[in-house]
């Protein structure tokens, strides 16, 4: 910028030099020429004086003599000096004219001097403006020059930081695909450990039961050549069976004496001619109340009504003791936990995409199906009232129901447009209800697939229960609301301090247990619609915003699991911990469940199991492993 700011004033100087040399040169003309005018002028005057006639000069006319008129042809050559004075009069008439006009040249003359030089000092004014303006623009120059070279320093540092963290990006993308690589290369050897020791399994098992089944044919054959006494005394015939029949007592054991067919035991015979009975037939009796498992059946080809023969019946619940099975049963966490209406059959989905059925029996678990199809991962599992078909929510925005049986999914329920975090089925096998984080709620139809009606909530549904006409939906607004479904609008809402994890109704379906993410476990009373009992414990803690808290049976205690492993129990009717147990669980229980006979609880957490350990007292576990082996990642605990 240096050299078009010198140009621009070289250009003013020279138009300045130019405009003086030119107004010069007028007034070197004007006052010379005005100077000797005043010279005329001055001489004129002298003149003037001299040629004025002095009084005793005039000579009358009257006096001149004859001889001056001789003298006359002389002095018509010698001007008078009244002609003089004439001539003299209008020579000095014409330069007064002159000097008059040049006096008004000069006025005018120095009237334009006078604007040229206010000219002159305007643009001098400005000239000096617009200098100091330059001076300004120059610091500004060179201040925006000092930034320019500091942005360029800053901005070849950030690339030289860019390269830097181009490269270590480059470095840890390898070092990522050699991780990957070896993760691949690991789960397959995982995998087929698994499918061996699956295998190694199966293979043991079958063996154990070839011999329990050849050991129990020799037992039942030595048994059958004895005969035993039987009296018509209760006590005679429980006493007559354990002297004679000792072998039966492993048998007999799953059979609890309160059933019907324990009863028949226990009663007296009507007839007092049966004095004897031989062992065979007690055998038969007896294979007969074993032979449920076979009624119920692996078959998948087997009749629903074959399946589930009576729903069980708790009469009082007793807290969990100790552990009884302990096994893997999916690839990644498990998120949700259900028991079929027969406390028989259970099932499990997890972050897997799977669903396994376990059968229940004498306390430990037996891999009963896969439930293959889910779109995603698993956040809820129910089963309808007669427990022949499993409704999952799944996180590819839709639900998903099963036939139990049948390894495909029957229907998809599809229609929210996120994540579907609760399903359940109402009282009818033909109607359940859906949440979803898209804000809705939705009612289904299952026998067309169709949602019958959608409601429209302010906040993410984290859960859902059903009663006979109403609809209980806890949300991450910290508020449970009710529904009618005869009804277009909520009904009622009660806050609550703390995001709704899990909401579980009463089998009387007048008590209602949430939990929420304050760390509490509250008992709403239905009839009053308020808050009856709120629990909290030491230690206990919400491991994640879909961790379930579930009644017993009888609603005598409140079961949930926490963020370290423990299991914690509450008793409802004094509201004092009853108990808490750790130990097989490493991580946050998301699922725990209480079967209807209130027989066995099972749960299930995020994480891996880090030691062996079975000593009574512990609680349940879950972690992972290859979905569709014969094994079970819950824990039944024994009550």
């Not at 004219?97 to 000069?106: H, T």
């Not at 139990?404 to 579907?420: I, M, R, Y």
Request: aromatic share 6%; hydrophobic share 35%.
């Amino acid at each position: 910028m240096a050299g078009p700011g010198a140009r621009w004033k070289r250009h003013i100087v020279r138009q300045l030099r130019q405009r003086d040399r030119t107004q010069k040169a007028l007034f070197l003309e004007l006052v010379p020429a005005y100077n000797c005018l005043l010279e005329k002028a001055e001489l004129l005057a002298r003149i003037s004086e001299k040629l004025q006639p002095k009084p005793n000069d005039v000579t009358p006319a009257t006096l001149q003599g004859p001889w001056e008129e001789e003298s006359g042809p002389d002095s018509d050559l010698v001007p008078s000096s009244s002609t003089l004075r004439v001539k003299w009069q209008e020579k000095e008439e014409g330069l007064r004219l002159v000097c008059g006009e040049m006096a008004y040249q000069v006025v005018a003359k120095s009237a334009a001097l006078g604007a040229l030089e206010s000219t002159l000092e305007q643009r001098q004014s400005t000239l000096a403006a617009l200098q100091a303006r330059v001076a300004e623009l120059r610091e500004e120059q060179a201040r925006q020059t000092r930034q320019v070279d500091a942005q360029r320093a800053l901005n070849v540092a950030q690339r030289a930081a860019y390269e830097a963290l181009r490269g270590r990006a480059r470095l840890q993308e390898a070092a990522l695909r050699r991780l990957e690589e070896e993760a691949r290369d690991l789960l397959e050897r995982l995998v087929q450990r698994k499918a061996r020791a699956a295998a190694e399994r199966n293979l043991r098992n079958e063996r154990y039961e070839k011999a329990k089944q050849a050991r129990m044919s020799l037992e039942l054959k030595a048994a059958a050549q004895r005969t035993v006494s039987i009296s018509e005394s209760p006590n005679t015939i429980g006493d007559g069976i354990r002297e004679e029949g000792k072998t039966l007592a492993l048998m007999a054991e799953p059979v609890s004496p309160k059933s019907e067919a324990g009863e028949k035991w226990l009663r007296t015979f009507r007839s007092a001619s049966a004095t004897s009975l031989t062992l065979s037939h007690c055998v038969d009796v007896v294979k007969g109340l074993l032979d449920f498992k076979k009624r119920r059946g692996r078959s998948i080809g087997g009749a629903s009504e074959q399946r589930y023969q009576s729903i069980p019946v708790c009469v009082a619940a007793q807290p969990p003791s100790q552990v009884l099975d302990v096994l893997d049963a999916h690839l990644s966490e498990v998120n949700a936990v259900c028991f079929g209406p027969n406390s028989s059959l259970l099932a499990t989905g997890g972050a897997d995409r799977l669903i396994h059925l376990w059968n229940v029996v004498g306390g430990r678990l037996e891999a009963n199906q896969t439930l293959e199809g889910a779109g995603g991962s698993i956040t809820s599992v129910d089963f309808d009232p007669s427990g022949s078909q499993v409704l999952a929510a799944t996180y590819n925005q839709a639900a998903q129901l099963w036939k139990v049986g049948e390894a495909q999914s029957k229907e998809t329920l599809s229609g929210h447009t996120d994540k579907v975090t609760a399903a359940k089925f109402k009282l009818t096998r033909h109607q359940a209800v859906t949440g979803s984080r898209d804000r809705t709620v939705k009612e289904w139809d299952l026998g067309r697939a169709y949602c019958s009606r959608t409601i429209s909530v302010l906040s993410y549904c984290n859960d859902v229960v059903c009663g006979d006409h109403v609809i209980i939906s806890g949300h991450n607004d910290q508020k449970i609301r009710f529904w009618d479904s005869r009804v277009p609008c909520c009904t009622q809402v009660i806050p609550v301090q703390g995001r709704v994890t899990s909401l579980n109704l009463s089998h009387d379906q007048l008590h209602l247990l949430s939990c929420s993410r304050d760390d509490t476990l509250k008992i709403i009373d239905l009839r009053v619609s308020n808050i009856r009992q709120v629990f909290r414990a030491d230690g206990f803690r919400c491991g994640s915003d879909w961790t379930k808290a579930v009644f017993s049976p009888d609603r005598s205690y409140a079961l949930a699991g926490s963020w370290d492993g423990a299991l914690y129990i509450w008793d409802v009717d004094t509201g004092k911990l009853e108990g808490s147990l750790r130990g097989p669980h490493c991580t946050a229980v998301n699922a725990v469940a209480w079967c209807y006979s209130g027989s066995h609880v099972h749960s299930g957490s995020r994480g891996l199991w880090a030691g062996g350990s079975r000593t009574p007292g512990l609680g349940p576990l879950s972690s992972t492993c290859r979905a569709g082996q014969s094994q079970s990642d819950l824990s039944a605990v024994h009550i």
